[in-house]
């Protein structure tokens, strides 16, 4: 079993529409998570990151964690063309090696 | 402009070859990452440092090896290249303090090993 589960997709979308990406991971040590877009032949580049149970919201994303169930989800909310992209969820312990561990991402297509 | 720079961009080389990717950082980040980022894969550590001085090995360290001379250097190097070996390699830095902020990547080097 893979420490960071993603469904690898693609998963479409309208334009307009909420796009929900999520996530599981295994070790349950695992203190901070992390949201990460990545445009194809581009660098990830961080979107969100949450430590604590429940909602983080900025801007259109929202990053929700559930540390009991072992998930952390990633909406997008008016869906637009440009965040076609593969999402990266990563998660690290906050002590010891601290690297993060990523999921394989879901790609994600806004059509509009 | 704040960053962490790679090179080379690409490169092709051949199979028993020695080639070093160049990682440098100007964010005075504490800690360093090499990953290689292969289809259906996903990103995969392989070596890993928290402060000049140290390293350590990470998911996948066979075949690299890597140094720390400085806080600004991070050099990955193969030692016999092989065609497995061919990637795209990310350099990464972060801060190491109470929380942990993710991380800044650089802009990744593709390699074809043949």
């Known amino acids: 079993q893979k420490e960071v589960e993603q469904n690898s997709g693609p998963l479409s979308v309208p334009e307009g529409a909420i796009a929900s990406l999520n996530c599981t991971y295994s070790?349950?040590?695992?203190?901070?998570f992390f949201w990460y877009r990545q445009y194809s032949g581009k660098s990830p580049e961080l979107i969100m990151f949450?430590?604590?149970?429940g909602d983080k919201e900025d801007g259109r994303f929202t990053a929700q964690l559930n540390k009991a169930s072992q998930y952390v989800s990633l909406l997008i909310r008016d869906s637009q063309p440009s965040d076609s992209a593969t999402y990266l969820c990563?998660?690290?312990?906050?002590?010891?090696?601290?690297?993060?561990?990523f999921g394989s991402g879901t790609r994600l297509q806004v059509q509009p | 402009i704040a960053g962490i720079t790679q090179a080379p961009t690409s490169q092709i080389l051949a199979a028993g070859r020695r080639m070093t990717l160049r990682c440098t950082q100007d964010?005075?980040?504490?800690?360093m990452y090499w990953y290689r980022q292969d289809l259906g894969l996903g990103l995969r550590l392989i070596h890993y440092?928290?402060?000049?001085?140290?390293?350590g090995k990470g998911e996948v360290p066979d075949g690299y090896s890597v140094s720390r001379a400085n806080t600004d250097d991070f050099p990955l190097t193969l030692a016999s290249a092989v065609p497995s070996q061919t990637s795209v390699y990310f350099c990464?830095?972060?801060?190491?303090?109470?929380?942990?902020?993710?991380?800044?990547f650089g802009s990744g080097t593709r390699l074809t090993v043949v």
């Open positions: 990464a830095s972060s801060t190491t303090g109470k929380a942990n902020y993710g991380y800044t």
């Open positions: 070790d349950r040590g695992s203190q901070s």
């Open positions: 949450i430590y604590s149970n």
């Open positions: 990563a998660v690290s312990m906050d002590t010891g090696r601290r690297a993060l561990t």
């Open positions: 964010m005075r980040h504490n800690a």
């Open positions: 440092s928290n402060t000049a001085g140290t390293t």
